[in-house]
């Protein structure tokens, strides 16, 4: 199984930048998409973002493409999304997932199997 670790959350101005990171750890070897959600209290989760591990297309959601990179480094076991020109819209509670796949890479948040606790980003005007 995979364990996923979330950091790099915390506060910026509208207009910042922040980068998020995912620790993995466990048996990494195989195929899986990776993603990134966020969520606000009462509202539905969203995906943001997400890659193979196998090295290929990335995607974005509307609302971040952009704005947001999303990009993996292998020797790590480490997933990363860049956050620039952030807005208030982009206070959330930021997650990374995970799901072991061959072939499907995609933004139904209940398929992914592994997540991390969460690390939160609040933007201020």
């Known amino acids: 199984q995979v364990q996923l670790v979330e950091s790099g959350g915390g506060s910026v101005q509208a207009g910042g930048s922040l980068r998020l990171s995912c620790a993995a750890s466990?048996?990494?070897?195989?195929?899986?998409?990776m993603a990134w959600f966020r969520q606000t209290p009462g509202k539905e989760r969203e995906w943001v973002a997400g890659?193979?591990?196998?090295?290929?297309?990335?995607n974005y959601a509307d609302s971040v493409k952009g704005r947001f990179t999303i990009s993996q480094d292998n020797a790590k076991n480490t997933l990363y999304l860049q956050m620039n020109t952030l807005k208030p819209e982009d206070t959330a509670m930021y997650y990374c997932?995970?799901?072991?796949?061959?072939?499907?890479?995609?933004?139904?948040?209940?398929?992914?199997?592994?997540w991390g606790q969460g690390t939160q980003v609040t933007v201020s005007s």
């Open positions: 890659m193979s591990t196998s090295g290929g297309n990335t």
């Open positions: 997932a995970a799901v072991r796949s061959s072939w499907w890479c995609g933004r139904q948040w209940s398929l992914f199997t592994y």
């Open positions: 466990g048996t990494t070897s195989s195929r899986h998409c």
